[in-house]
């Protein structure tokens, strides 16, 4: 673990301040991460919804994390955001983390963005209903959730995980 990489979490990416808290404290991590206040929150009524619902649970499989749930909220403009959060979290909010990747990017600094990718996750390409909310081509995932254009980005290194043998 690099105990000196700054952590900045994106507007597009919901955050579960519990969540967030506890692994902030499992990997000693409170120093170096910085929340954009725009990062809509995860609230447990959102886990609620995913856990009540049988279309959600049984049919699609949600991992009932609260996400799918906070951005159908952040779609109606109706979920609160990260500078509104509780006041445990306060100190983790970064303000506008767009600018920040943009900057780093400017000044040739290595820059990782992690997520989960696919073409059959695509909400519009994928096989629904079993498809995630997210931009999922390479393209435009940095655009969505970190506000980063597909010319600001040298490589995309594609992980293909093998899911049919585990």
Request: aromatic share 6%; hydrophobic share 30%.
């Amino acid at each position: 673990m690099n105990h000196s990489t700054r952590l900045l979490i994106g507007p597009g990416v919901p955050v579960d301040p519990a969540v967030l808290l506890d692994e902030l404290r499992k990997t000693d991590s409170e120093r170096r991460i910085e929340v954009d206040n725009q990062c809509p929150i995860v609230e447990p009524r959102h886990k609620e919804q995913e856990s009540r619902s049988d279309h959600l649970s049984k049919k699609v499989g949600s991992t009932k994390s609260g996400v799918g749930a906070c951005n159908a909220e952040r779609a109606l403009r109706m979920v609160p955001r990260w500078a509104q959060t509780i006041p445990a979290s306060k100190p983790y909010v970064g303000g506008y983390c767009r600018g920040k990747f943009r900057k780093l990017l400017a000044e040739n600094k290595k820059v990782h963005d992690r997520r989960n990718a696919g073409h059959f996750l695509s909400l519009y390409h994928g096989t629904y209903p079993y498809v995630t909310f997210k931009k999922t081509q390479p393209p435009r995932l940095l655009v969505g959730d970190v506000g980063v254009g597909p010319t600001q980005v040298d490589d995309v290194i594609v992980i293909f995980k093998d899911t049919l043998h585990e």
